[in-house]
C-alpha cells in the first residue's frame, strides 16, 4: 500500500485515548435518549447500524502500528466497550428491533459474534453480521428505509480513515434515519489539502466531500494579489483554521441531505489539544438535534 493510500484509510495515530471515550460517551448518551422516545412510538420498527463495527476490543483491531501506540495495560483492555456493546447494554431495558454490524473484515466480525453471544439471548431478533464496505450496505440500508416506511434507522459511522463515499451519504435524503459519523478532520483531511493547493489524494477528497476540484479548492483557499516591483503576482494560501473549516463543510455538505445537523460538532482531541477528529450528527427531527447538541456541550 502506498503511504497516501494507508494516509486516507488508517490513520497511523493513537487510538483508543480519552477522545475514543468521549466520542462512545456521547454516542451511547444519544441512543439512550432516542431508545427512550422511540419507546413510546411503537410503530417504528427500530435498526441499529454499525457501519464499521470492529471486533469488539481495542487489541484485535490492531496488529499494526497503530496498536504499538496504544500502550494499553490489560487493565484497560479488559474494560473497553465498543460501540456494539454499549448499545446492547443499556439500562432499562432499552434496545433496538434489529441490529446490524458491518465490518470488511469477515475476521473482526467473528470476533463480535463471540462476543455478543451472551448479548444475544437478551434480544428478540438475530444480530446480522455483514461483511464488505460498508459502502456497499449503506446504500442497502437507504433502499430498504424508502421502501419500508415503518423503519427507522440509526446509523454511526466512524472509520477513523476516509472511506466513507459521499453517494452513500446522500442515498438517505428522504429517510428516517439519524446518524453520527467521525470526520477525519485534523488527522487526514487536512493533511491531503497542501498548503501550495496541491491537493493530495485528489479523487479520495473528491469521492469523500461529493464536491468537485475547483469547488474544494475555493472552500480552503484563497487568492491573494501583491504589487511587487515587477508588476502584479497572485499567491495562494491555504485558509486560517482549516481543521475547524473542514467539519463546517462536512456538516454543509450534511445540510444537503438532512433537515437538521450539529454546526458544532464534537471536537476530539490529541493530548496535545490538536482536534484529530470531529463527531458530527445529523436528523431529519428538529428534536434529535437539540438532544445531540445538549450532549456535545456537556461532554
Ligand atoms: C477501529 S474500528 C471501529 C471501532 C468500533 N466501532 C468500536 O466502537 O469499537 C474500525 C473498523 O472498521 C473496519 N473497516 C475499515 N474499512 C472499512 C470499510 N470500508 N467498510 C467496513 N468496515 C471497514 C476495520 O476492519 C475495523 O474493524
Redesign the pocket.
Known sequence: MSRQMSMV?EPSYE?GGPWTEKK?DAFSKYVSAYLTIMAKQPHWKTIYF???????NRKE?CNSPLYQQLFLTSEDEGVYK???ERVLTLPNNLTFDYHYF????TE?LEKLKEKLLSLQKTKKTPFQYRDG???KWLIELSKALKAKKSLAALV?L????M?INWDSIASFKNTRSDVWILIPTGVIVNRLLDKECKLKSLNKLQSFFGLNEDEIKSYFYRVKTYQTLFGETEIVRKISNPIENIAVLYAERLKTVWNYVTEKPLRLENSRGVPIFHFVFASNNQNAVKIAKQIIKTI
Not at 50 to 56: I, K, L, N, S, T
Open positions: 484509510s487510538w462512545l454499525d457501519g464499521f463495527a470492529g471486533c469488539g483491531h465498543g460501540a456494539a458491518v465490518d470488511l473484515k473482526h464496505d460498508a459502502n454511526l466512524d472509520p477513523f480513515g472511506q
